[in-house]
């Protein structure tokens, strides 16, 4: 004789709901990430950046970073400090260095990553110094102009923002391969501009990577039309005062065919989120007036790519 049990009868029909709600998700997942750093630990990032501008047929831009990061990780009583202190950055611009005097002042200040317990980032702390440094160290009239390209909470939304991106929206979450993520997601470029990106994430496999078991993730991006107006404006100003006339306000951009699409890949070990590679490509297209001609094209294209070897 079968016993019909009303409790298991409403909790299997719980459950088969959840599975036409929430088709990806699953009960019994292969992975999860866990942020477990070690008190002391310390890495080296490399970062090579190149961008490219391309302004109709023949205007092209080369501009070239190289930058090395020592990074350490402290355990405090709220959760972690993750202090970075650049070690070397060198700028080309068409073959040729360039010299920044707000970068050479980064290079002497330490950042500070304020996270809590769980890797959740909290506050950032060490730009205020540099803008300290540079009232102290210039003339006014020559400090006001490098501390306006030092927006301290640009900056720190910015970095809170790849910060997510990379660490916070993963930290406890779980996954198998082959799981595909679609989100929303907030970015601030470097000029201070606010979008958001429709973001796929695929979590493609696992490998074996300098004895140490990580994911390899790929993730694809996009976002077009009144999100990116005010990065399309800034590229046109910054294309208008390299012109004879440095006044001219005919050179504008076009707000028909801008975009922005992107990919990263990345290398990262689930159970302590230590990243070890990621490589990401930004493109960007739109169309740009100028005297006597309407509708150039121009197009941006930018590549990231993050090496770490950890010490210890």
Known sequence: MKVFNKGYYKYSIFLLALYFLFPGCSPDKEFKFTFNRKDGEAYIQRLSVTRERQTGETGIQMDDTLS?????????????????????????????????????????????????????IKDIAGYEKVLEAIKSQYHPGIAEDIASSLDID???????????????????????????????????????????????????????????????????????????????????????????????????????????TGKVTRLIDPSTMNIYKEDAERIIRMEMDVPGAKGIPVKITETRSYEYEYEN
């Open 68 to 120: 090395v990061t020592r990074v350490t990780c402290k355990k405090t009583s709220e959760g972690w400090d993750i202090d970075s202190k650049p070690q070397s950055r060198v700028m080309m611009r068409n073959g040729k260095e360039v010299t920044n005097p707000l970068l050479a002042l980064l290079s002497d200040f330490v950042i500070t990553y304020k996270l809590d317990k769980d890797g959740e």
């Open 154 to 260: 640009t900056l720190k939304q910015r970095e809170f923002t790849e910060w997510d991106g990379r660490i916070g929206n993963y930290i406890n979450k779980e996954f198998s391969i082959g799981d595909v993520w679609e989100s929303e997601t907030p970015f601030i470029l470097p000029n201070g501009a606010k979008l958001t990106y429709k973001v796929k994430t695929h979590f493609k496999e696992m490998v074996q990577y300098k004895n140490v078991k990580c994911v390899v993730i790929e993730q694809t991006y996009g976002d077009t039309g009144e999100g990116i107006t005010d990065l399309v404006n800034d590229v046109a100003e910054s294309v208008s005062t390299e012109e004879e006339n440095r006044n001219d306000k005919s050179i504008k951009s076009g707000k028909i065919s801008s975009s922005i």
